[in-house]
Structure formats: C-alpha cells, structure tokens
C-alpha cells in the first residue's frame, strides 16, 4: 500500500540556519503530496501541497517540490526563526485516504 | 468563519466502555475524515464521509465506528475501549470537490484516556 517515511527528529536548529526536512513516499498511483504544520498548542494546518509531478508548493518561506524520480517531496526553508518551532508532517493522498508521516520535530533556538 | 470543532476536548473512560466523539466541519464542506494520533505513531487514518455516506475506512477493528449527519457533522464510536485506544483524536473537513486532494481542516482534536 500507499505509505510516507518522514526524517525522525527531533531537530535543533539555531537561528537562520538552512532547514531541510526528508520526506519520501512510495504510492501506485499519482498522489498529491502535502506538508501539515503543528504549532504548540494548536491543531494542524496546512504548510504547502503539490498536486502533480515538479509542483513545487511554498508558503511562508518554505518550500516543497514533487520529484517523481525520487519518490521524495523534502521541505526546506533558508533561514529558519524561531516561530518555526512546531511539529512537521509530510503527507500523501491517493483516491482512498491520507497517509501521514510520523511527524519531525523542530525547534529553533535563538 | 468558525473552524472544525470537536468536543469533548478531553475523555476518561475504562477499559471495556464506551465512547463517543463528535466533530463539526467547517460550513460548507461536506466530507469529514477521522484520525488516531497515538503516541509516536503519527496520524492513522480512521475514517472518511461525505455526503452522510462512509466513503472509506482505515486499517482499525470494526469496534471503531461512526456516521456523519444531514448536517455533516460526525460522530466517532469506540466500544469496548482498550488501554492502546489511549490517543489524540483528530477530526478533519474539506470541500469534496476534488476529492482527497482538497486541504483538510483539522480540528484541535479530543484527547481520549483508557484506564
């Protein structure tokens, strides 16, 4: 079946540091691919989502592209702060359901 | 606009009860999805309605069950609770339009313990 293997965390970065995130998904058909975002304290929302093959979602500085020929759908973000500090989801629906990941953790020190 | 909602925010109940969890999607969207969110396990999927009809269910026993009302609220049912069913409890809508490929909304969830 349709699954997704996220990065594991937890992950500590400082300040402006580079963010990448893994995330590579195995699927029979053509999913979409979604990235969720937990804050403390709140319920999941959507980051960004890419539709069809070389979409590339962005959103608050974040970015995601669709790579069919790596099965991967990575988040990065160039300069992280410290309102980024939440839990990250990588997801992927086919026609029957979503399948999350397992979510990472990042914090983002001063 | 007012969000998904879901209620109770927590639940206690003993092994072998029931419990009952309800959930109201966003106005205007019509399917509403349930997950378990257990403890370093992420987000099973539990259960997928639209238009008051179960579209598709995730890999749980059939003691997990629910129903969506005519107005498109959800119910989710666990009988003869076990302590593993000790989990968050997230609720989701979206517009059916394209189906799974609409952003879901999720709720805050209910965080449900099994003693």
């Known amino acids: 079946g349709d699954s997704v293997t996220q990065m594991e965390g937890p992950v500590t970065l400082s300040e402006e540091a580079f963010l990448t995130i893994n995330c590579t998904y195995t699927?029979?058909?053509?999913?979409?691919l979604f990235w969720y975002v937990q804050y403390p304290g709140e319920g999941l929302q959507l980051l960004l989502k890419?539709?069809?093959?070389?979409d590339k979602g962005s959103n608050k500085g974040f970015e995601a592209t669709y790579r069919k020929e790596t099965t991967s759908f990575h988040l990065e973000k160039g300069s992280v702060q410290v309102s980024d500090s939440a839990v990250y989801f990588c997801?992927?629906?086919?026609?029957?359901?979503?399948?999350f990941g397992t979510g990472t953790s990042l914090t983002v020190i001063p | 606009e007012a969000g998904v909602t879901q209620s109770p925010t927590h639940l206690i109940k003993t092994r072998g009860q029931q419990a009952t969890l309800r959930c109201s999607p966003i106005?205007?969207?019509?399917?509403v999805y349930w997950y378990q969110q257990a403890l370093g396990l992420g987000l099973q999927f539990l259960l997928w309605?639209?238009?008051?009809?179960?579209?598709n269910r995730g890999n749980f026993p059939p003691r997990f069950s629910g129903r969506q009302f005519p107005n498109y609220s959800s119910e989710l049912n666990v009988n003869a609770l076990e302590l593993e069913d000790s989990a968050l409890y997230l609720c989701?809508?979206?517009?059916?339009?394209?189906?799974?490929?609409?952003?879901?909304?999720f709720g805050p969830g209910t965080r449900l313990l099994v003693l």
């Open positions: 989701a809508s979206s517009l059916p339009e394209a189906g799974l490929q609409e952003t879901q909304y």
């Open positions: 699927a029979t058909g053509y999913p979409s």
């Open positions: 890419a539709t069809k093959a070389d």
């Open positions: 997801a992927l629906s086919d026609s029957n359901q979503f399948y």
């Open positions: 106005s205007g969207h019509t399917s």
């Open positions: 309605y639209d238009e008051g009809e179960e579209r």
